[in-house]
T-cell receptor, first 116, second 115 residues
Framework: KQEVTQIPAALSVPEGENLVLNCSFTDSAIYNLQWFRQDPGKGLTSLLLIQSSQREQTSGRLNASLDKSSGRSTLYIAASQPGDSATYLCALPANAGGTSYGKLTFGQGTILTVHP | GAGVSQSPSNKVTEKGKDVELRCDPISGHTALYWYRQRLGQGLEFLIY????????KSGLPSDRFSAERTGESVSTLTIQRTQQEDSAVYLCASSLAPGGAYGYTFGSGTRLTVV
């Protein structure tokens, strides 16, 4: 059974800092990995999707890397802004023999606060 | 539609009443999922629909919970005889391909409060 852990649980940084959020998973036979952000009281917004064959994906100030062999993904946020404050979640679909079964397993999230 | 639409956005109900939550997935998305998020907790899988296949109901917490989907369109999640522990945000997601090969798009959720 896939288990997903995110570290740190919470992070508070001043505006402008570069930061790294970590996601680790126990079963390296993954199909893909997706990073989301969740604002308080809201649904999830997709940030980046990394397929198992990829090592990284970039979107604006966000860069996500994937190292399947070590069971890790990192989300790098450059030049953080107060608007980046949210909970960041990584998620992986259940996987068996290379076929995704759709159900996502989520980490518990990292609560990010960027203060001016 | 442009995104996954859920209604109502908020629902307050009395303990023991039945509630229906609705999800309109993105047009053309064959897969649809329901998740639950209790206050301060992570997302909990409830049910997964893929095309005309039998749904994966393995996450439904009790027989008070049921869900239906009309073809590859709207889904409704029904909770009968609601209990206070059912209070949560119920999130719906859809994906273009089975198993989320192209990622998942979530709705804004329905916040259910059972009083």
């Amino acid at each position: 059974k896939q288990e997903v852990t995110q570290i740190p649980a919470a992070l508070s940084v001043p505006e402008g800092e570069n930061l790294v959020l970590n996601c680790s998973f126990t079963d390296s036979a993954i199909y893909n990995l997706q990073w989301f952000r969740q604002d308080p009281g809201k649904g999830l917004t997709s940030l980046l999707l990394i397929q198992s064959s990829q090592r990284e994906q970039t979107s604006g100030r966000l860069n996500a890397s994937l190292d399947k062999s070590s069971g890790r993904s990192t989300l790098y946020i450059a030049a953080s802004q107060p608007g980046d404050s949210a909970t960041y979640l990584c998620a992986l679909p259940a996987n068996a023999g290379g076929t995704s079964y759709g159900k996502l397993t989520f980490g518990q999230g990292t609560i990010l606060t960027v203060h001016p | 539609g442009a995104g996954v639409s859920q209604s109502p956005s908020n629902k307050v109900t009395e303990k023991g009443k039945d509630v229906e939550l609705r999800c309109d997935p993105i047009s053309g998305h064959t897969a649809l999922y329901w998740y639950r998020q209790r206050l301060g907790q992570g997302l909990e899988f409830l049910i997964y629909f893929q095309g005309n296949s039998a749904p994966d109901k393995s996450g439904l917490p009790s027989d008070r919970f049921s869900a239906e989907r009309t073809g590859e369109s709207v889904s409704t999640l029904t909770i009968q005889r609601t209990q206070q522990e059912d209070s949560a945000v119920y999130l719906c997601a859809s994906s273009l391909a089975p198993g989320g090969a192209y990622g998942y798009t979530f709705g804004s959720g329905t916040r259910l409060t059972v009083v």
